[in-house]
């Protein structure tokens, strides 16, 4: 799960690391209200999950409280990129001496935890990198040692931080360690953190992803997933419980498994059609999350056919035929279904499937990927 | 002849009294697996239809000899059954277990590298490894598996995705071509087996003709087991990488499977498979079709 800048920041501060005074606002007045909070100058920035933001305008500083109506104003409702900006965080504006670069990630070939640390900050990243490597400094942290505030001092030294900068770095990067760990992310970056005139070092933005598997052990997580966002297709499906990503075609998909998901995407498009989603009901499916799955298909005006791909390994073919069953019961589908059914009990499954009684033209079986998938397109493609 | 387990491997199931140890536990000891013991915390003394649980894993190896662990606890629970299993002298550990946080999976990675170097992890998030005809662990239906064949030529299967290992093994077994080995190594961004690690034993393995490779988008395993086939492996491979049209930025339901900043995508992953001489299928029954005419041309 991404977070917004201002719930980056908000995360941030859990673990120390200093960000400047600030607040969130999705109305001019809010705006008025939280610069006042902040003290003037102060920075409007827009709250949206892409880059590219200051050079989009969706990024202002505002000297005073007509300047704030201005920008704010200006700011809400503006589309960056295809985002819709609903909210702005206003926050007081640092003077800046010099932009850094530091973030934590896991390297998934090492292994390791990956430090990455940089004087080159304010600009992203990948474009440093490519311009000019040696400016990034990598090192890789065995996540059983962790770090101390020894090791970021010599890593703050090695990248070529001025000397006044070392000691503020260094502490920020423990904190920022903690963060990535013990906050569970999948990504903790700060872009710039800066060296302000005055000697002090402090995050001027945030980018955390939080990764979803340690949610159970992260209460807080809560207020983030209110603001996630989704599109109608995917809160329907999170609601039941479904990994769902919404597409641009004509076919929904069901599959069980992530990879066999994949794979039935990557089918559908070999035989001339597109997928309406990728939909992994996962293993031990039963007739409740099928049922779900359909739901959630069948909420979606664009999907034409349905192709639903199941080989059974803790997925048991008769619980995937009872909840098809129970679907066909519960909700009127707008679109035919095309099945493939193997593995665990697939023929008890085929069998429940065959004296539903249910007729050709609402649900067809097939013996292959590959079948089913051409005869699902053929559907959407004829209608 | 076959890799990391076969019959004489005796395997204990941490979390045989949990609804998922319990029905995969009995299901592999059906097909034929030694399954000796189960552990589960507290229970120490019951029994599983005839299997015999104890308290800790320790006990558990102390009274049946076991080498092998299957776990099948929740994502709270399997870092530490993880690691109390390599503490415990198990030799090879296949973790099912879905939704561990990276965090913990990372950690428990680089333990047992460090202080249990004699345990290899398989998974998590994995469905398991089936030497057919010796061996199940974990939740793959043993019926699709091909059993080898004496003559040979037989093909191991390692795959990053559990239901396209099925589909794997489903289609050698509709061409009849026996599977030495198959291992799921799962789709988590820490797996505790690789690709690489797979590959060294297949090469290594008299029973093992062929091998089958199953990819998926995000990282870069794919890409370094090429690198490792070009230097390493001299027995003919096909492989076939799932996410060709999966979009940029999505994770698509396994935490590992993304393409970011350009990278991982599946179209890489083929090229540099290619260019290490492995015969590329799109689809799985394509791969299937490849392995086909490499193992007619072996017979």
């Known amino acids: 799960m991404d977070l917004f800048e201002y719930q980056g920041k908000q995360y941030f501060a859990r673990f120390d690391i200093p960000v400047s005074p600030g607040g969130i606002a999705d109305t001019v007045e809010e705006a008025v209200v939280q610069a006042a909070a902040a003290g003037y100058p102060v920075v409007v920035k827009a709250q949206v999950q892409v880059g590219g933001r200051g050079k989009a305008g969706g990024i202002k500083l505002a000297n005073n409280e007509a300047e704030v109506r201005l920008h704010a104003g200006n700011i809400l409702g503006m589309d960056i990129k295809g985002h819709l900006v609903e909210r702005v965080w206003v926050e007081y504006a640092s003077d800046i001496a010099e932009e850094y670069y530091a973030s934590f990630t896991l390297d998934r070939a090492a292994k390791k935890h990956l430090l990455m640390l940089s004087v080159e900050g304010g600009v992203e990243i990948e474009a440093v990198a490519e311009s000019n490597p040696d400016a990034i400094l990598l090192r890789h942290i065995d996540p059983v040692d962790g770090i101390t505030l020894e090791w970021a001092r010599q890593a703050a030294i090695d990248a070529r931080m001025p000397a006044q900068s070392v000691e503020g770095v260094a502490s920020i990067l423990v904190k920022l360690y903690r963060c990535f760990t013990e906050g569970d992310c999948d990504l903790a970056e700060i872009n710039p953190l800066i060296l302000k005139p005055t000697g002090e070092i402090h995050a001027l933005d945030a980018k955390v992803s939080l990764d979803n598997n340690a949610e159970f052990r992260h209460p807080e997580w809560a207020e983030y997933r209110e603001t996630e966002v989704l599109d109608e297709r995917e809160l329907l499906a999170r609601e039941k419980g479904l990994q769902y990503i919404g597409l641009q075609g004509s076919v929904g998909i069901i599959a069980n498994g992530a990879g066999l998901a994949m794979s039935t995407l990557d089918v559908v498009n070999q035989v001339g059609g597109s997928a309406a989603n990728f939909l992994d009901i996962g293993g031990g499916a039963n007739a409740d999350l099928m049922s779900a799955a359909l739901e959630v298909i069948n909420y979606d005006q664009s999907v034409k056919s349905i192709l639903i791909n199941i080989f059974g390994g803790i997925t048991r073919g008769e619980e995937v035929a009872k909840g098809i069953v129970e679907a066909l019961n519960r909700v009127s589908l707008r679109a035919p279904i095309v099945i493939r059914l193997d593995g665990t009990n697939a023929e008890e499954g085929r069998q429940i499937l065959l004296s539903a009684g249910i007729p050709e033209s609402v649900l067809q079986s097939k013996p292959t990927m590959l079948e089913a998938a051409r005869a699902a397109v053929a559907i959407a493609n004829a209608n | ?299």
């Open chain 2, 1 to 299: 002849m076959a890799i990391f387990v076969d019959q004489n491997t005796k395997v204990i199931v941490q979390g045989l009294t949990g609804g998922q140890g319990k029905y995969h536990g009995l299901r592999n000891r059906a097909y034929g697996t030694q399954v000796v013991g189960g552990v589960t915390p507290g229970k120490g003394g019951l029994d599983v239809e005839g299997i015999p649980v104890f308290d800790s894993v320790a006990d558990a190896v102390a009274a049946t000899g076991a080498d092998a662990s299957f776990i099948a606890v929740p994502p709270k629970a399997a870092s530490a059954a993880i690691l109390e299993a390599a503490a415990a002298g198990v030799r090879f550990v296949v973790c099912i277990t879905e939704g561990i946080p990276a965090q913990d999976e990372a950690r428990v990675y680089n333990t047992l590298i460090r202080d249990f170097p004699g345990t290899r992890l398989l998974g998590p998030n994995c469905p398991g490894i089936i030497s057919p005809g010796k061996c199940n662990i974990g939740i793959t239906a043993g019926e699709i598996a091909e059993l080898p064949s004496a003559s040979g030529p037989n093909v191991g299967i390692v795959s990053r995705s559990g239901t396209l290992t099925y589909q794997a093994l489903y289609e050698l077994k509709q061409r009849g071509i026996g599977v030495s080995t198959c291992v799921g190594i799962g789709g988590d961004p820490v797996p505790g087996t690789n690709f690489i690690d797979c590959l060294r034993e297949f090469q290594a393995d008299p029973e093992t003709h062929a091998i089958i490779m199953i990819g998926e988008i995000g990282g870069s395993a794919e890409e370094e087991a090429a690198e490792f086939i070009k230097a390493n492996v001299t027995k003919p491979m096909s492989a076939y990488i799932a996410g060709v049209t999966a979009p940029a930025g999505k994770k698509m339901g396994h935490a590992g499977a993304i393409v970011s900043g350009g990278k991982g995508t599946a179209q890489g992953k083929m090229d540099a498979l290619a260019a290490a001489g492995v015969r590329i299928g799109l689809n799985p029954t394509e791969a299937g079709d490849l392995m086909a005419e490499i193992v007619a041309s072996l017979r």
